[in-house]
């Protein structure tokens, strides 16, 4: 039985969050504040629902603790914070998805189904070339060095990886990885590209992450053609 840690400190909220997952089937443990969570935690959910706003300290402190202490568990944040600014926040402090109250519940289940099949489903390590993406442990390197990456972008780098040799555009990404729809987050999309890029591309080393031409980017080139057709893929980082 899947068992979610529900961080919230509104009670009506999280009493209504408890009874309807139990009735879905999940084992549900609920925690009010970030002390109670500490406690909590012996307990080892395999999802989280984060509030952001509790009463003894800010959620996304507790999430980039609870990130630096390799944990690995999908982190749902559900809060009435709605703003870009914010919802980037919350996804580099080590978020998996973000959901703004107030919400439907149907589509909380939704997403926790979404994030309980990429946890089940993921490949422990990744490689393509000379880079490599270890999962478990939250590590990519390139030519054995280790890279400073955001979570949000060990997670786009992860994505790009499992789809390795083939085209993943901006709606794939906007979907899978965002979880939002491309209008919200394409301009934010091509910044994260670009970050990625100057970050993974090694002097001397060939290019590994390219944009295709009317397709969107690309980790390693295309299966069984060394460079794909003329001109079709760039690895012009002014392109995103």
């Known amino acids: ?51 952001l706003g509790l009463p003894d300290g800010n959620g996304l402190d507790w999430l980039r603790e609870f990130r630096t202490q390799n944990n690995r568990q999908p982190v749902l944040i559900v809060t009435a914070r ?42 422990a390590v990744l490689t393509v070339e000379d880079l ?49 729809t491309t209008a919200t987050w394409t301009n934010l999309i091509a910044v994260q590209i670009a970050q990625l890029r100057r970050k993974i591309e090694c002097p001397g080393s060939p290019t590994i992450l390219h944009t295709v031409r009317g397709q969107g980017y690309q980790v390693g080139q295309s299966l069984g053609d060394d460079a794909g057709p003329p001109g079709q893929l760039r690895s012009d980082s002014t392109l995103g």
Request: net charge negative; proline share 3%.
């Open 1 to 51: 039985m899947t068992c979610v840690l529900i961080i919230e400190d509104e009670p009506t909220l999280r009493r209504n969050l408890q009874r309807g997952l139990v009735e879905e089937g999940y084992q549900v443990i609920a925690a009010a504040s970030i002390k109670e969570v500490r406690s909590a935690l012996g307990h080892a959910p395999d999802l989280v629902l984060l509030d």
């Open 82 to 123: 709605d703003s870009i600014a914010d919802r980037v926040l919350g996804l580099d402090a080590g978020g998996d998805d973000y959901l703004v109250k107030p919400f439907s519940f149907n589509e909380l289940l939704a997403r926790l189904r979404a994030l309980g099949r990429r946890s089940l489903s993921a490949v």
């Open 132 to 180: 490599e993406v270890d999962r478990l442990r939250r590590v990519a390197r390139r030519g054995g060095r280790e890279l400073d990456l955001t979570h949000r972008q060990f997670e786009l780098l992860a994505y790009l990886m499992e789809h390795a040799h083939v085209p993943v555009s901006r709606d794939m990404i906007a979907r899978d990885v965002w979880r939002e």
